[in-house]
């Protein structure tokens, strides 16, 4: 899960940050709106969480803009104000949710969960694949009755490789989603980490089918 965090104060954006990466998120900051609206548009976020006013283009811009360009990544909208007009406003601009400041780090959390699991309409955070089951909320992964230790990026390319099941994912769409933007990752490390998925979700599981598919020259499939 990648997610894009536009907020002018340093301060609470740098807060932010630091508390999704402790969630296993990976993040990316703009401190003005200009930055923000063009890493918005180049970048394949999850979710974006966007102040309502911001330096060079507010909130609401930004997002009208992206609505425009058919970018529909889920956005939720921050704000200092809690007047009933401007979260009208924020709502008419193509924001998904909105949150009034101050609020509390756990608000956010459950509002980017919703959002981030709303285009695929799952109904809980857990997903599974035969008998391997991994929750997001508790950060764990089993298979059968055995429970599975995986590194916070083993665990990351596994959610969002089960979240896609049936579909090819690319080593860059890997790469964009599991690592933030300062990362300098190269396609390489998205195959060990995968085989490292392997050597725990599927060697010791003698008898059990494979998982994690490999489509030469494409990617990974679930
Ligand atoms: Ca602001």
């Not at 400041?101 to 959002?115: D, G, M, V």
């Not at 860059?172 to 989603?177: A, C, G, M, P």
Request: charged share 30%; with cysteine.
């Amino acid at each position: 899960m990648r997610i894009l965090v536009v907020e002018d104060e340093h301060r609470i954006a740098q807060t932010i940050k630091k508390g999704l990466e402790q969630e296993r998120y990976a993040v990316d900051t703009a401190y003005d709106g200009i930055n923000g609206y063009d890493l918005a548009a180049a970048e394949d976020y999850d979710v974006i969480i966007l102040d309502r006013m911001l330096p060079e283009m507010d909130g609401m811009m930004i997002c009208k803009k992206l609505r425009e360009h058919k970018n529909h990544t889920p956005i939720l909208m921050l704000t200092a104000k809690s007047q009933t007009s401007d979260k009208i406003d924020g709502l008419d601009a193509g924001a998904d949710d909105y949150l009034t400041k101050p609020f509390s780090f756990e608000e956010l959390l459950a509002r980017i969960r919703a959002l981030s699991r709303r285009p695929k309409q799952t109904l809980n955070d857990i997903y599974s694949v035969g008998d391997l089951t991994l929750s997001t909320r508790i950060f764990r992964v089993s298979r059968g009755s055995k429970i599975i230790q995986l590194s916070s990026k083993e665990f990351s390319i596994l959610e969002y490789l089960m979240r896609n099941t049936g579909k090819v994912i690319t080593k860059q769409q890997i790469i964009d989603h599991v690592w933030d933007f300062d990362a300098d990752v190269l396609p390489n490390t998205v195959e060990v980490t995968i085989r490292n998925i392997r050597k725990k979700i599927e060697r010791p599981f003698k008898n059990a089918k494979p998982i994690i598919k490999t489509v030469r020259g494409f990617g990974y499939t679930i």
